[in-house]
């Protein structure tokens, strides 16, 4: 498929893990270092790494995840938040880590853990969001495992969100696939919502289905009426960077709504700059 000529651009993909999906135990020194590899292979600028709803030896907990990225220029942690027991939990902790600049972002998994966007254990964590000015991340869309529950994971449980919280930065993860259209029509609507293309396949992509994954995309983006409602992400390691970055190249978009998708539109709504001067601070 025919795609625009590459220029330099600036790359962030918002949206990694540091889990380790090995049999083999890897440790997180190992992974961060792949990385980086992998960021320099594909031209990749900045990641924010996401922790988990689970902690245990192959899903660090955040402090252990923010205390490894200090040494690390270009990575900025997203907390993992479990609201149902899955990691310990403690919002005066999470505060912290905000106020001391460890933290760029929040996100919480429906799905993976039973309880709707909605449900009232959710609003500390949208009122402390908000205070802070950070985006909340929202896992939606399929699950990685079949324990997941989908009717939590619906993009539309969102819309109540967003309409209650007006003040809160929204990201949706994964484009609430294969909800598309859905999650373009809460972009459409609320201006404090966004998504970000990342974990949509595993793996190597067929021929076919690319294809037809880029007319959605396409047409995503059309409904929405702005690519600056769109985030680069990839889902790294579930997900190989140079495919996804191929990926957004054929689109077939404008160079300079290229460069919003995969830099300036998260730099934007995570408020980069900002998170910069408040850690240097």
């Known amino acids: ?40 292979e594909n031209g990749v600028d900045e990641a924010f790494v996401l922790t988990s709803y689970v902690a245990n030896s192959a899903r660090p907990r955040v402090e252990e995840v923010a205390r490894a990225l200090r040494a690390r220029r270009g990575l900025h942690v997203v907390e993992g938040i479990s ?10 902790a999470t505060e912290e880590r905000l106020r001391r600049g460890d933290v760029i972002g929040l996100k919480l998994y429906p799905g993976y853990e039973h309880y709707y966007p909605t449900d009232r254990l959710c609003v500390p964590v949208y009122d402390l969001a908000a205070r802070y000015r950070v985006p909340v991340m929202f896992h939606s869309g399929d699950t990685y495992t079949k324990r997941g529950k989908l009717k ?31 999650t373009a029509e809460l972009m459409y609507k609320n201006d404090n919502v966004r998504a970000d293309i990342s974990g949509l396949v595993l793996g190597e992509v067929e021929a076919k289905f690319e294809a037809w994954l880029i007319e959605q995309v396409r047409e995503l ?50 408020r980069l700059d900002e998170h910069r001067r408040r850690k240097e601070g």
């Open 1 to 40: 498929m025919r795609s625009r000529p590459v220029v330099a651009q600036v790359v962030i993909d918002c949206h990694i893990h540091l889990n380790d999906y090995t049999d083999a135990p890897v440790p997180m020194e190992t992974r961060l270092d792949a990385l980086e590899v992998a960021m320099r």
């Open 83 to 92: 609201l149902g027991g899955g990691a310990p939990f403690d919002l005066a």
């Open 152 to 182: 939590y994971a619906h993009p539309l449980h969102i819309d109540d969100v967003a309409v209650d919280h007006p003040d809160l930065r929204i990201v949706i993860c994964h484009l609430g696939n294969p909800w598309l259209r859905d």
């Open 221 to 270: 983006i059309l409904y929405a009426g702005n690519p600056e409602d769109v985030l680069f992400g990839t889902d790294w390691p579930l997900v190989e960077m140079a495919p996804y970055l191929r990926f957004v190249r054929s689109l077939d978009l404008p160079p300079e709504q290229q460069q919003m998708i995969l830099h300036d539109n998260a730099a934007y709504w995570f």
